[in-house]
């Protein structure tokens, strides 16, 4: 089997890169472990900035977004039993669209299919070979077949824990990793929306997001222990602490229902580089992963996807290799913008059990800063929505 390009992994990075570069006339295959039933019910959350939103409309897969996904045009942040709302419209003319990450995925995989694309489900036993020459290729095996594919690029999209990254030398690569010590506490709930609009909620014994899934299933974190056991949690003691933790001044009351998944996940910011060896690119969770309270993740793939898109079209139509060679310089500019603030919200809104009174105070003074200063609340809408595409520092 031969193609332009081959791509291991079939999550938002990898689909949508196959996707831009189908329509880029470039052949491209996508191989996954996993089965497409897997792919699609891996439940994420998935708030998409404006450039996000524009370049799936751009690439023909936001038509059902649109239909069902929700335009927010702030959050709130809580503290001190206090709502304030961040207007991001206002601040930046610019919102958010929340529209969970594994649609994306359904919609990227329908558009795949309805082209004949290549997606190839239920591999196992992937290797890359010569990925540092021009005539890289990948094995892998498919109902105990070996299968082998010819390529000029692989690029790794296959997440942290993926194949691709420890393929580049461990002499070149240097990886810079953050665990944060504690956990995400998420819980799926049949019930109406409480608020229109996301909340962030800073408390003493924790943090807490509000989300919207849909009008009748909603989206709680709250802070926990990473090793915490989701057995040990009663659907009574899970309400009690959202209220605890939500308690206001000014009679806003959260809506319970029925709790049908609950789950942990840990935190941790990372990033490698480079993002690219020889004919090997990387992009999305193999390269960098942010905690969630930023709500970068997925964005930042769909981001290092437009520019593969943009370089590969640009070697492959103008036999130019400099944007290839300058991936990993103008990803990680980007990258390294949204792992700051992404640090700077899991900071700014949870508990570290080894703060001072001291440094407790300071992070209370931050938040206060941010509601009352117009230069303070425009920074963070700012992050939050996203640079422009073509942002860069001087």
């Given amino acids: 089997m031969n193609t332009q390009v081959a791509i291991i992994g079939a999550g938002p990075a990898g689909l949508l890169l196959s996707h831009l570069l189908h329509l880029q006339g470039i052949s491209s295959v996508v191989l996954e472990a996993r089965s497409q039933e897997s792919v699609e019910s891996t439940i994420r959350a998935g708030v998409l900035e404006q450039g996000t939103v524009d370049l799936l409309n751009q690439a023909g897969v936001g ?6 996904g929700s335009e927010h045009h702030g959050f709130e942040l ?13 601040l930046t003319g610019r919102g958010i669209t929340v529209y969970a990450q594994h649609e994306v995925i359904k919609d990227l995989i329908a558009a795949r299919k309805a082209v004949d694309g290549q997606v190839i489900f239920d591999v196992s036993n992937v290797a890359l070979h010569h990925t540092d020459t021009d005539k890289p290729h990948i094995t892998w095996r498919q109902q105990d077949i070996d299968q082998r594919l010819d390529c000029d690029f692989v690029i790794g999209c296959d ?3 993926g194949i691709a990254r420890p393929t580049i030398p461990a002499t070149v690569r240097r990886d810079y990793d953050r665990v944060y010590p504690f956990g995400w506490f998420g819980v799926l709930v049949e019930a109406p ?14 943090f807490v997001l509000v989300s919207t899934r849909s009008p009748t299933v909603q989206r709680m974190y709250f802070q926990c222990d990473p090793h915490d056991n989701v057995n040990q949690w009663s659907d009574d003691r899970i309400w009690a602490e959202f209220h605890t933790r939500l308690e206001n001044r000014d009679g806003w009351q959260l809506k319970e229902g029925k709790i049908f998944q609950k789950n ?16 090997l690119f990387l992009a999305g969770d193999s390269a960098h992963i942010v905690p969630p309270t930023g709500a970068k993740g997925m964005n930042l793939a769909v981001g290092d996807a437009r520019l593969l898109s943009i370089a590969l079209d640009a070697f492959y139509r103008h036999n130019r290799a400099d944007l290839l060679a300058g991936y990993t310089e103008t990803a990680t500019r980007r ?16 508990r570290f059990d080894d703060a001072s009174p001291f440094q ?3 992070q209370r003074s931050e938040l206060d800063y ?25």
């Fill in 370 to 394: 941010i509601v009352s200063s117009k230069a303070a609340s425009t920074a963070l809408a700012e992050n939050y929505v996203g640079m422009p595409w073509d942002w860069s520092p001087n």
């Fill in 360 to 362: 407790q105070q300071l």
């Fill in 264 to 279: 942990i996940v840990g935190l941790r910011s990372f990033v490698s580089t480079p993002m690219q060896h020889g004919r």
């Fill in 78 to 90: 809580a503290f001190g039993g206090r709502r304030h709302r961040i207007d991001l419209q206002g």
């Fill in 193 to 206: 929306p409480s608020i229109e609009e996301l909340i962030y909620a800073q408390h003493e014994r924790g």
């Fill in 63 to 68: 038509e059902r977004m649109r239909r069902e």
């Fill in 335 to 350: 990258v390294w913008r949204a792992e700051h603030f992404s640090w700077f919200m899991t900071s700014l809104l949870h």
């Fill in 159 to 161: 997440g942290f824990h």
